[in-house]
Every structure is written in structure tokens, then in C-alpha cells.
């Protein structure tokens, strides 16, 4: 059973235009959540986070929204750069903080 | 800041062989994560320790993977007796204790490539 679900494995993009990465979760016991980034041969690194108290979290170009009534999360970045060509996974901690990741989303941003 | 680091980067043995990675965490980090992420997945949880606790292993994928923090600081993962599905990345990661209820985010190291032939 995925609990966290990127639908679209991959994102493509002009450079500048906005990139809009999306996420479901199912367990609605999840009340925090993370976006990393991971560049090939490298660990994932964290972006942005987003607490269930609040539906929206900005941090430079990077901005989550949280929609709790439909389970979905999303993580914009404005304006889109060559160097944000990544892999992108929210993820959710449980109790134990032990994260749960989505599948991952391939964003290429074009020149 | 050293951030985390993972020895080897890359290992390729053979199946049957038995093999151990190291993780050393953000020195002041008192949790300490094993995930695994196979290609075209995210990461997968598998263990993890507060300082030389082990505090959750249901998740290790079978009998032959363990794992042992022994002074709090540094962390192992072998796998022994390794099969051809064993080949993954395996991602190391370290966090504060969680204070208050409140969720601090993990900080992964490079990881390890394990490939089985």
C-alpha cells in the first residue's frame, strides 16, 4: 500500500516558466511533510518542508501547499532554473519519524 | 559540518558473499536512519537508532540484514549471504532527537551502491 503517491515520474519545463511537482498521501495520520531533491549518485537532499497546521510554506523560489480535505500536496518553483534538473520526492514522517516517500518526479528544466 | 558520510560509495560483489557498509553521522545527530532505494523508487525505510538504540528493525527485508550502532556514533549495515535482488543504493541519513513533538528533517549521506552478480 503506497501511502505517498507521485502520479507523473517525469516534469518538463522551460527555464523561468514555474514548475509544479505534485503528491497524494492516503494516511491521514501524516501532519508533516518534506520535498528532497536528489541528483544522480548523490543523497537526497532536503528542500522544504510543510506542517499540517499551516497550507502553505514559502522559501526562496520554492513554495509547498498543503490541501488536507483532499490529500494532496504540491511544491512550486518559481522561476524554474537548468541547475533544479533533479529528482524530486516528498516524503512523510510517521510517529517514529521515519519517513515514507513517494515514487519520485524527474524535473528537467530546458534551457 | 561535515555532513554525513557513507563508506564504501560503491561495492560489487558476489552472490552469497557477506558485505558491511559504514555510516557516520552529523556528529551531533543522536538518530541514525537506513534506508534503501532501488532504481526508479524512492527510498525505502529499513532501520533506525537513537544514540546505540536500535528502536525499530520490522522493517529490515529479511534475517540476513542487520545492523548495529554500538557507541552512538557511527552505524553498520550488513547483509549477509547476499542475493541478486540485494543490489540497490543504500542511503544512510541522520537526524536530532525529535523535541517536542515537533519533526526535524533527515540529512542523508551520498549512499552506497551495492550491485550483486
Known amino acids: 500500500d503506497q501511502q505517498v503517491k507521485q502520479n507523473s515520474p517525469s516534469l518538463s519545463v522551460q527555464e523561468g516558466r514555474i514548475s509544479i511537482l505534485n503528491c497524494d498521501y492516503t494516511?491521514?495520520?501524516?501532519?508533516?511533510f518534506l520535498w528532497y531533491k536528489k541528483y544522480p549518485a548523490e543523497g537526497p537532499t532536503f528542500l522544504i518542508s510543510?506542517?499540517?497546521?499551516?497550507d502553505k510554506n514559502e522559501d526562496g523560489r520554492f513554495t509547498v501547499f498543503l490541501n488536507k480535505s483532499a490529500k494532496h500536496l504540491s511544491l512550486h518553483i518559481v522561476p524554474s532554473q537548468p541547475g533544479d534538473s533533479a529528482v524530486y520526492f516528498c516524503?512523510?514522517?510517521?510517529?517514529?519519524?521515519?519517513?515514507?516517500f513517494g515514487g519520485g518526479t524527474r524535473l528537467m528544466v530546458k534551457p | 559540518d561535515t555532513g554525513v558520510s557513507q563508506d564504501p560509495r560503491h561495492k560489487i560483489t558476489k552472490r552469497g558473499q557477506n558485505v558491511t557498509f559504514r555510516c557516520d553521522p552529523i556528529?551531533?545527530?543522536?538518530?541514525l536512519y537506513w534506508y534503501r532505494q532501488t532504481l526508479g523508487q524512492g527510498p525505502e525505510f529499513l532501520t533506525y537508532?537513537?544514540?546505540?538504540?536500535?528502536?525499530?528493525k520490522s522493517r529490515l527485508l529479511s534475517d540476513r540484514f542487520s545492523a548495529e550502532r554500538p557507541k552512538g556514533s557511527f552505524s553498520t549495515l550488513e547483509i549477509q549471504r547476499t542475493e541478486q535482488g540485494d543490489s540497490a543504493m543504500y542511503l544512510c541519513?541522520?537526524?536530532?532527537?525529535?523535541?517536542?513533538?515537533?519533526?526535524?528533517?533527515?540529512?542523508f549521506g551520498p549512499g552506497t551502491r551495492l550491485t550483486v552478480t
Open positions: 541519513a541522520s537526524s536530532s532527537e525529535i523535541i517536542g513533538g515537533a519533526k526535524l528533517e533527515q540529512y
Open positions: 494516511n491521514s495520520m501524516f501532519d508533516y
Open positions: 537508532f537513537q544514540n546505540e538504540a536500535q528502536l525499530e
Open positions: 556528529s551531533e545527530h543522536n538518530r
Open positions: 516524503a512523510a514522517p510517521n510517529a517514529g519519524n521515519m519517513l515514507t
Open positions: 510543510i506542517s499540517s497546521i499551516k
